[in-house]
Structures are given as structure tokens and as C-alpha cells.
């Protein structure tokens, strides 16, 4: 069977301001890997060969030219896109924003790709780890043509599996009914309170989640056809929300739409991995030990590029 070319986006525009630095490039593993490179191998692979990053500036020449050396030497291709709180948005609001300190999330990180994706994708953080089970599960689906312009993927995880314990996170609570996205929602204050409880935090309410709800990590498998529900409601949500300094532009709440308006059916995969992350400075220790019982049980090398 010809293999369908599928690329891997890297959400690595986040400014990291509760880890307190540049968590994307914060080398953890035992060669001074970064997070983002276990998913670069892993992508490899399933046959994946077409890299896009999305960058901040603070991201150096260096950096690129060392992500740029790994991808060209085993055979890739690799783009790097900058995230501006300025880019893609309209000349005539840039008065209005010249105090925002950080782009406008997940959603338009995407956006700003939109020229450089011709073929179904995989978005993915730059600070989490996903598992090779679910780059394997995204890639057949692809392979599979289950990725189409009203039909497109995720990859899930177990809530429990997903859980900082150094404080708060954000997720997309998902609902699934046939194997399908039925809704997904997100909740930014969700944590273990003293009892060990999985709960989240909204309007001064707490209210329980069950540790096996599914979880949306921002793994999803796309097709360009989103490119155009991003650019309306990216609009939409700039009239709304240009002068919030901190307001998001979701890239699940797009998705979540589409769904909604019945143009799309999202098929959810769930990986029964446990997800880890860098959402705290504390959360390195932990980031670090895992990797090193990965490679105890051989599921990577040592030195992940000799």
C-alpha cells in the first residue's frame, strides 16, 4: 500500500509563563533531549517526514538549525512558523493589542500554518509527551483515509493519566458516544484537592470529574479543510476579545463547532498511556524519571540520534 503523507505540527509557541523559562527546548532527556524530541522520533516511525514548528521568537538560530540538522539527517522536511501576538491579525486593531504580552493560543498557532500544510496533519504540543501508541493510531487513520474534509481525528487520554501534581491544569473534557466527539469542552482549573479527587475549578465552584473521562491533549489528526473555520472564527473572536489581554482562541473550540453545525465527525482513538508534561518546574523531576524508565523498558535509546 503507498503510504499517504501525513505531517507533524509542533505547537512550540507557548511562552511557558507558569513553568517560569523556555520549557520546549529544556533539555530532559539523559542526551540533553527535549520532550518535543521523543515525539519527533516517534513520529519517524509511523513514516511521518514533514515537520512544521510553531515558534515564538525567543526560540534562537541555533535551536532551529539543531531541530533542522535531526529532521534533514534522517530523510524530513522541516518549516519553522513565528507566532506574533500580531500575526494574522488585522492592521487596524494592532492599537488596541500593543499591550498584550502573549499570542492568542492554540487556535491560531494553527491558523498561522496555513500555507504550509497540503496533506492530513497531527497537531501536538512542543511540552507533553504522547506515547508511541498514539502517533501509530493517528498515523492509521490516515493510512486508512478516515481523514477527510468532514471527518477527522484524535487521539484521547484517560483524565487520571493526565494530572500535574504540582498544580492546576487545562484540558478538554470530551464526551464520546460511538466512537465519536460528541463535545468537548475546556476547563483551565482542573487539579487532586486533599482527598485525592479529580475536580475542577469555574466561577468559584468545584465540581468532581471522573478520573476516566476522556481528555483531549491537543492531539488531534486534521485535514486542511479546518484552515477555513479558523480564519471565521478567528474573526469572530478578535471583535469580541481584542482588548482582553489574556483571552485564548481554543483550537478544541473550534473543532467543538464544527461539530456542532454538523460539518464534521471527529473519530476518537484513546491511548491508554500515560500522558506527562511540563506545566510547573516542578513537573521536570517527574518528566525526567519517566523518560528514563522509557528507555529501562527499550522503548528508546539511550542517545535518541546516534
Known amino acids: 500500500m503507498e503510504y499517504k503523507a501525513l505531517s507533524l505540527v509542533i505547537l512550540a509557541g507557548g511562552m511557558g509563563s507558569r513553568y517560569k523559562g523556555q520549557k520546549q527546548i529544556d533539555p530532559i532527556g539523559p542526551s540533553k533531549e527535549t520532550l518535543m524530541e521523543y515525539s519527533i522520533y516517534d513520529a519517524f516511525s509511523c513514516g511521518i517526514k514533514h515537520f512544521v514548528f510553531i515558534i ?4 534562537n538560530n541555533d535551536t532551529k538549525k539543531y531541530f533542522q540538522n535531526i529532521i534533514e539527517s534522517k530523510g524530513g522536511s522541516v518549516e519553522f512558523v513565528l507566532q506574533t501576538t500580531y500575526t ?3 492592521r487596524s486593531i494592532y492599537d488596541t493589542i500593543e499591550q498584550r504580552e502573549k499570542p492568542w493560543g492554540t487556535g491560531h498557532a494553527l491558523l498561522i500554518t496555513k500555507n504550509h500544510l497540503n496533506n492530513p496533519f497531527i497537531v501536538i504540543n ?4 504522547y506515547g508511541r501508541k498514539a502517533f501509530e493510531k ?12 468532514n471527518s477527522y481525528g484524535m487521539v484521547a ?3 487520571a493519566n493526565t494530572i500535574s501534581e504540582n498544580g492546576s491544569v487545562s484540558r478538554g473534557v470530551c464526551t464520546v458516544e460511538n466512537g465519536l466527539l460528541a463535545n468537548v469542552v475546556e476547563r483551565t482549573n482542573i487539579f487532586s484537592n486533599e482527598e485525592g479527587e479529580i475536580v475542577f475549578e469555574e466561577d468559584e465552584n468545584v465540581s468532581p470529574l471522573d478520573g476516566e473521562t476522556p481528555v483531549s ?4 489528526v486534521l485535514h486542511p479543510s479546518i484552515f477555513r473555520n479558523l480564519e471565521d472564527e478567528f474573526g469572530e473572536f478578535l471583535k469580541e476579545n481584542a482588548s482582553q489581554l489574556k483571552a485564548e482562541f481554543f483550537l478544541p473550540k473550534v473543532v467543538n463547532d464544527m461539530i456542532k453545525e454538523d460539518q464534521l465527525e471527529v473519530i476518537v482513538k484513546q491511548s491508554d498511556d500515560n500522558w506527562f508534561g511540563m506545566t510547573y518546574p516542578e513537573d521536570r523531576e517527574v518528566v525526567v524519571n519517566s523518560i528514563q524508565n522509557l528507555i529501562k523498558d527499550q522503548k528508546y535509546p539511550n542517545a535518541l540520534w546516534k
Open 157 to 159: 487520554y484517560k483524565l
Open 138 to 149: 493517528a498515523s492509521e487513520l490516515v493510512q486508512q483515509d478516515k481523514i477527510t474534509a
Open 217 to 220: 491533549m491537543n492531539f488531534f
Open 56 to 59: 515564538n521568537e525567543h526560540l
Open 126 to 129: 512542543a511540552d507533553d509527551f
Open 88 to 90: 494574522a491579525v488585522p
